[in-house]
């Protein structure tokens, strides 16, 4: 039954400060969004400034003292880090006889709905999730007839990413002038649109019938589900009474969309986020959204603009830069830490890639040896190629390091094979999994699976046309994924340590990879080639308990596997360990972290902003990159130029120029200029140098990237070329 309450107009804060339950002091401007009761609001909360801590304390103080009950209230995250952060903190000011609210992501709340009500449009409890390699092969396999050319069925398989970030159901009559706009405006029309919303809707009725997920579908799906069933609609709309989202920039419309659908009748809903750091547009993502939900609630809005992180040189130097974008919701940042003694921005140059990676690793190497744990420091970079140059000088100088690998975990073969057996163990329809793990049967083809899918609902029991030895091979497969679902999620790993089919695979290409590189094939040898594969699997297993952490305690075996194989949605970090090591990450990977010491590694045009065939497509989000980048730091934020990087394009070391925004971040605080270049060295105490006090100095030669116009980069930091006050 829904929980009584009252509507009241948003509480007034008045002091200076507040006190939640003995909770430290907040600022002004927290207190007031921590003592916001009904009504929509719209958190603009910059970097920096506590938002997790202020999102927590509100929800604290609406649990106990304004009456919402947990399961009233709902944080919804765009990470399941940032959830189990959330959830951590809000148990430690909570009574413990109070429950927690529903903490998770979009998706994982998706996953939930269908698990307990999906059967009303046709999904099964025990659905299974397809990963992101498996759902490609599988819609590029109906996309073939229509489109034979491979580069038509990418431009068709992006415009299904943009249907459903748009929210836009194939199956819905009302959304079908929606979808064939999009069609039209990517190029398909006439008999192109015939054939791909023929291949769309195949792919959609297959997916039914072998009761498989892909991503979206945990964001479309139970959308789908609430209009259809609006007494369940109206169920969750009573009962929900406060709904906020947090990172709600990063939405795209198809969760703008569910968000509507669940909405409380109070409107109770808050958004948290700063449209500065949106940078997930290349996905979707439509930070628009706050500014839509601003106009057409009518929201509150509050402004967190004290940023507690970062030095005042790296705050001011951020929102000098960021202000340079139109169309964004107005916040003026400003640093509440007093500048250290050397506080500032400093750009190092050098003569290329590699010696730009050796500096970075001097730099480090010099930092941990004066004290500093390799915890504290990160290197980000902007394409995932350079991480090579820098784990080469990090490990010619023995610093331990780690790369943040977020979804890319699941892109090794032997990951995907572990989860097709979790998936598969639950549902034996699951037609991609039974496709990858047919490598475990000796014998067993893909003419072979084909006569199995094609026999029946239970493929496995389907052996009469196979060879003997497939046959049997299948049988002790169907043995072990019995075993395997009985045991639950929590021994995933354990099965496949211990399962002689799956380890004889592993085997296998361990001895591929010693064969290949020439190494002897022995015990010693052969447990060193395995390593790398068990530690992948070992993260996914902790990754795949961490979310079991949140299943209910009476939750079944099938929900149970459902929220360990949620991985699959939110991928997992490869270097989660207790031995502090130096983070390398993208910039991407970066958000929602924070380092005393950062390196930005190839702050140069063509990388910051990236620029595609020459060409910047997005520079306002390129510059919101940028930004974050900036505002990882605490401390030391340091970014590296060489004038020749190898992008991975094939043409060898590029010219590069140093990136435009130098001079943006330069008018919120002067850069410290650092020269490494050849014969420019100087020991570190002389060798920084202001730029000129009248300005950077404007590069008069021709652009690299265009000839036929003149260089926009001021102050390009290159000797020989022409310059001008």
């Known amino acids: 039954m829904p929980h009584k309450f009252r509507l009241g107009a948003a509480s007034k804060v008045e002091s200076r400060s507040l006190v939640i339950g003995g909770c430290a002091m907040l600022d002004n401007d927290q207190a007031q969004v921590v003592a916001h009761d009904d009504g929509p609001a719209a958190v603009l909360a910059g970097a920096g400034s506590g938002k997790t801590r202020c999102t927590t304390e509100r929800a604290a103080r609406r649990l106990t003292e304004s009456g919402v009950s947990s399961d009233g209230l709902m944080l919804l995250t765009f990470t399941n880090k940032a959830a189990a952060e959330m959830r951590e903190r809000l148990r430690s000011r909570l009574p413990k006889q109070l429950a927690l609210p529903w903490i998770g992501t979009f998706h994982s709340f998706g996953n939930r709905l269908l698990r307990s009500y999906g059967k009303t449009i046709g999904i099964p409890k025990n659905a299974t999730l397809m990963d992101a390699d498996d759902a490609g092969r599988m819609l590029d396999a109906f996309l073939a007839a229509p489109f034979p050319d491979k580069t038509r069925r990418i431009d068709a398989v992006r415009l299904n990413e943009a249907i459903n970030a748009h929210g836009l159901d194939i199956t819905a009559e009302a959304d079908r002038p929606a979808i064939e706009h999009l069609c039209d405006k990517a190029g398909f029309s006439g008999h192109l649109l015939r054939g791909v919303l023929t291949a769309l809707t195949r792919y959609e009725k297959e997916k039914r019938r072998a009761g498989i997920l892909d991503f979206s579908d945990l964001i479309l799906l139970p959308a789908r589900l609430l209009r259809k069933d609006e007494a369940l609609q109206e169920r969750l709309r009573q009962q929900l009474r406060d709904v906020t989202v947090d990172e709600a920039q990063d939405t795209d419309g198809a969760q703008f969309r569910l968000l509507k659908l669940i909405s409380p009748h109070s409107r109770t809903v808050l958004l948290v986020g700063d449209d500065d750091q949106a940078i997930y547009e290349w996905r979707?993502?439509?930070?628009?959204?706050?500014?839509?939900?601003?106009?057409?609630?009518?929201?509150?809005?509050?402004?967190?603009?004290?940023?507690?992180?970062?030095?005042?040189?790296?705050?001011?130097?951020?929102?000098?830069?960021?202000?340079?974008?139109?169309?964004?919701?107005?916040?003026?940042?400003?640093?509440?830490?007093?500048?250290?003694?050397?506080?500032?921005?400093?750009?190092?140059?050098?003569?290329?890639?590699?010696?730009?990676?050796?500096?970075?690793?001097?730099?480090?190497?010099?930092?941990?040896?004066?004290g500093t744990s390799p915890g504290d420091i990160a290197v980000l970079y902007r394409k995932n190629r350079l991480a090579r140059l820098i784990e080469t000088a990090l490990l010619r100088r023995a610093i331990p390091y780690r790369i943040k690998a977020g979804t890319d975990l699941l892109s090794y073969a032997d990951v995907r094979m572990m989860l097709a057996a979790g998936r598969l163990a639950i549902n034996r329809r699951d037609v991609r999994a039974l496709s990858r793990l047919a490598d475990l049967v000796p014998g067993l083809g893909a003419k072979g699976v084909g006569q199995m899918i094609a026999a029946g609902d239970d493929p496995l029991q389907h052996t009469g046309r196979l060879s003997a030895k497939a046959a049997k091979g299948v049988g002790e497969l169907a043995s072990a994924l019995e075993q395997l679902y009985r045991d639950g999620p929590d021994k995933l790993l354990h099965w496949c340590e211990n399962t002689g089919l799956f380890r004889s695979w592993l085997q296998q290409r361990a001895k591929n990879s010693l064969k290949a590189a020439g190494r002897p094939i022995d015990r010693s040898e052969l447990e060193l080639a395995l390593r790398p594969a068990k530690g992948r699997m070992g993260a996914i297993q902790r990754a795949m308990s961490k979310r079991l952490e949140t299943a209910a305690r009476n939750a079944s075996l099938d929900e149970r596997w459902a929220t360990g194989l949620e991985v699959i949605a939110g991928g997992t970090d490869e270097a989660e360990t207790d031995q502090p090591k130096v983070t390398l990450c993208s910039i991407h990977a970066s958000k929602g972290l924070e380092w005393p010491i950062v390196h930005v590694f190839g702050f140069s045009d063509g990388l910051m902003p990236m620029a595609r065939e020459d060409t910047v497509e997005n520079l306002p989000e390129e510059r919101r990159l940028a930004y974050v980048a900036l505002t990882r730091a605490q401390n030391q934020i340091v970014l590296h130029h060489a004038e020749r990087i190898d992008l991975g394009t094939g043409g060898g070391a590029e010219e590069m120029q140093v990136s435009r925004f130098m001079v943006e971040i330069n008018r919120g605080h002067q850069i410290e200029l650092i020269d490494r270049r050849q014969g420019k060295s100087t020991p570190d105490n002389e060798e920084s140098q202001k730029p000129p006090k009248t300005g950077w100095r404007k590069c008069v030669r021709p652009s690299t990237h265009n000839p036929n116009r003149q260089c926009l980069i001021p102050y390009c930091l290159t000797r020989q070329h022409g310059t001008t006050r």
């Open 284 to 370: 979707h993502a439509r930070p628009e959204n706050m500014r839509d939900f601003i106009d057409e609630y009518g929201a509150t809005i509050y402004r967190l603009e004290r940023n507690y992180r970062s030095t005042p040189a790296i705050v001011t130097g951020g929102a000098a830069l960021v202000r340079h974008n139109e169309n964004r919701l107005e916040k003026n940042p400003y640093a509440v830490r007093k500048a250290p003694e050397r506080d500032g921005v400093r750009l190092i140059h050098y003569d290329d890639s590699d010696t730009m990676a050796e500096g970075v690793a001097d730099r480090i190497h010099a930092a941990t040896a004066q």
